[in-house]
């Protein structure tokens, strides 16, 4: 099934941006939301200039702001004449080791990475289970695995909680004609993501966001992405020895 209304949340920069230009680029129309109107703005300039034939629709949205995110998500709904996938993107990275006055770091990368997209699923399943039809994607990370230590414990955490939820949404939906897939990216060069692990590591942003997109229109339960490493550290993770895994700190 070829999904051809697609919103993304986060869409100012980094994963988001990249894979609606990768989306725009197969010809989808978009839903874009971020904090930075500005940003999603000249994004939609760009994407309507490089692709005339597609809509872009944005709409300013902090998705902290959770009795704001169904209002969004409607609206948005309304201007591309439905929405047939939905990609919970928005995130942040902040953390701080825990008990050293920093706690507000922490909570607010919990609140955003876990309560936040949960406000974001609350709103794309009631949209899809009024038309008994859609694509919800949770973008975790390949640190939901296996809790990681030091700054950041609240990040994986965070993560793990998404990627709980979205293993539990497909087992609900297993036979319905809602989908539900779990997109957990390795390091990635963004911003946020090209800071958290060893260089070597990280893949391009154009290479990354070309296998997310990759995945989610296979529209598995779960993927590791880009395939290598990932997928093999995915499994390999939640294995290793934690004097190893203290490394990732």
Not at 170 to 177: D, G, M, N, Q, V
Not at 226 to 241: C, H, I, K, S, T
Request: glycine letters at 10%.
């Amino acid at each position: 099934m070829t999904r051809r209304k697609i919103l993304i949340t986060g869409a100012s920069s980094g994963l988001g941006a990249g894979m609606a230009r990768e989306f725009a680029r197969r010809g989808r129309d978009l839903a874009l939301c971020a904090r930075r109107l500005d940003k999603l703005e000249q994004l939609r300039d760009e994407l309507r200039a490089a692709h005339p034939e597609i809509t872009v629709a944005v709409r300013a949205l902090d998705v902290d702001d959770h009795a704001a995110v169904p209002k969004v998500f409607a609206e948005l709904r309304e201007e591309l004449g439905g929405l047939d996938r939905v990609i919970v993107n928005a995130g942040i990275g902040k953390g701080a080791l825990l008990g050293t006055g920093r706690a507000e770091a922490n909570i607010a990368t919990a609140t955003t990475n876990f309560v936040s997209a949960l406000a974001q699923a609350e709103a794309a399943m009631e949209i899809f289970r009024t038309a008994n039809s859609g694509h919800l994607v949770l973008i975790s990370s390949i640190s939901a695995v296996r809790g990681l230590p030091g700054k950041k414990a609240a990040y994986s955490a965070s993560k793990a909680g998404l990627s709980a939820l979205g293993e539990g949404l497909a087992i609900e939906l297993r036979r319905s004609p809602i989908t539900v897939t779990t997109v957990q990216p390795g390091f990635i060069a963004t911003d946020m993501s090209a800071r958290a692990g060893d260089a070597k590591l990280v893949a391009p942003l154009d290479k990354g966001v070309a296998a997310m997109v990759t995945a989610i229109e296979r529209e598995p339960v779960r993927a590791d992405v880009p395939p290598w490493p990932w997928r093999v550290l995915g499994f390999a993770l939640p294995r290793l020895p934690r004097g190893l895994v203290a490394k990732f700190g």
